[in-house]
């Protein structure tokens, strides 16, 4: 059975990969700053929980050792916001915390780094690829990190990509688009738009949004990215290293607010007539193709089906 | 006095910025990991030399506060080969040092940091900008770098317009070209064909290169480099942050051989007929009109004057 550590394991998207993990019989060492239980209660008693700091090498390298750990899902992160606020301690976690994976898992053996990168990485879409056109792009779309955030994580895959040229270490980087799931509120990631009109409208509450909602955007459920990352996991050729998880459609949020508006018939969700924010935003379509050959990754769900599990997370976790 | 404090200033180029500062009557602070008088000897009473880790983000603070330092030019760097070799050791000298470097500066108030960045921070070049038309590149050019040198760059760069952003830190960084001078054969920057080719026809050696010699390059005089770094250090607003430092002119490897024909009628120097080696190279005209217009830089130069000051340079070193 392989043994798979994933680092940032207790977070959004972390809880999420290793749930999938332990769906699928794989061994599964979940690594974290503190523990915290929230999002992994089903699966506490089936995973080995290790706390510990990123920044530690030697640390790594013990539990490694220790786990007889094989692959790595390295999902562990400052987030934009946060390493905006504080670039140091942003650049700490996101790039010493990384190259630290990396070297410990070339000076172990590891068989494959998994790295969660970001659309961060691009700056705004321009032309076609800008609203209201919105053609998707590829992963060779011109990179222009304008954030501690998207630069840690373009370093990221960079020295990942040298890591397999210099040393032979497998390493595969995701690009995720914008991620949505239950638990990006509840402390962890800051304001955030998608799951905040959900949350609402759930618990019956109105959203009043300044701006228009017609931007779209590519919008994919957390368990579609985290199913991504075991794929890549395990993927038996992933030549091209980089990929887009994404759902390859555009998706704004009048759409959203149609959903949950079905979902939830009393909902409240009122736009205004404001610029955009995603006139400042970094709103993308994804080309998913690579994915799709490379990978054999497929969403599937929908806007709906994402808004309906969402919320049966919600209920379960009693937010 | 503005008092300048310059990482890497016993370097081939830090000691040459550190010379220029001191030509100009500026107080000079060089640090530097191990003291190494070989490159500063006119000036070494003259300046204050500090050694230290450039890691040591403690030490770093403390230097800066005793020594008043007002302004640094960051040029300590893990040269590229040996950062592909050691990746490791590589990204913690680039971009930790770096970072460092920054963090130190906005703890203390200093008013510029200038930091020497590289042509590494591109792939090669493509199309028209690629042999034979040549046509010079701009800094937007996109920025795909394949090694861990030139990511280390690039993230530094992105790390300083950050540091801007977030702190109003104020950051330049300059991407050199092709820079030549003595010094580069001498255990510091492994291999380097232009400074083989000068000392060869120097010393009546013979040259024997394989391929072709047609290939043109942005070659700069280390001493132009070191100059626009005092340029970017004092400029009075430096607003572009990002500068290409070459000629703005294509050098290639048989017009340097026509040179040293020139100064040594006796020089031996052939070229083969093989591919070019730049055909794997990052082999860029920069358009230094940014420079130019904001920092009020102009090589002086030329390809012949850069030559027999190198041999000048060479022989008061005994070299």
Known sequence: MTAVMVTGGMGVIGSLISRELVAQGTRTIVFGRHEDRTLIKRIADSIQIITGNILD???????????????IIHAAACLSQQAQKEPFNGFQINVDGTVNVLEAARLTGIERVVFASSKAVYQRPTGKHAHPACEPITED?????????????????????????????????????????????????????????IENA????????????????????????????????????????????????GTSLSDLAAVLK??????????????????????????????????????????????RDYIAEMTEAGG
Not at 150 to 159: H, I, V, W
Request: aromatic content about 12%.
């Open 141 to 197: 779309y011109p990179k222009e990190p304008d954030t501690v955030y998207g630069a840690s994580k373009l370093f990221g895959e960079y020295m990942g990509l040298n890591y397999l040229k210099i040393y032979g270490l497998d390493f595969v980087a995701l690009r995720f688009g914008s991620t949505y799931s239950y638990g990006k509120l509840t402390g962890r990631h800051g304001f955030a738009g998608i799951p905040a009109m």
């Open 202 to 249: 759930a618990r019956g509450e109105p959203t009043r949004i300044p701006h228009r909602g017609d931007r779209k955007d590519d919008m994919v459920y957390s368990k579609d990215a985290a199913r991504a990352a075991v794929l890549a996991c395990f993927a038996d050729n992933p030549r091209s290293r980089i990929y887009h998880i994404g759902t390859g459609k």
């Open 57 to 71: 090498l030697q640390h790594l390298l013990r539990i490694i050792q220790t786990n007889k750990v094989q692959r």
């Open 262 to 307: 079905k979902c939830f018939p009393k909902a409240v969700i009122e736009f205004g007539q404001g610029p955009d924010a995603s006139d400042r935003g970094r709103h993308f379509i994804f080309d998913i193709r690579r994915a799709q050959v490379e990978l054999g990754y497929k969403p599937q769900y929908d806007l709906e089906a994402g808004v």
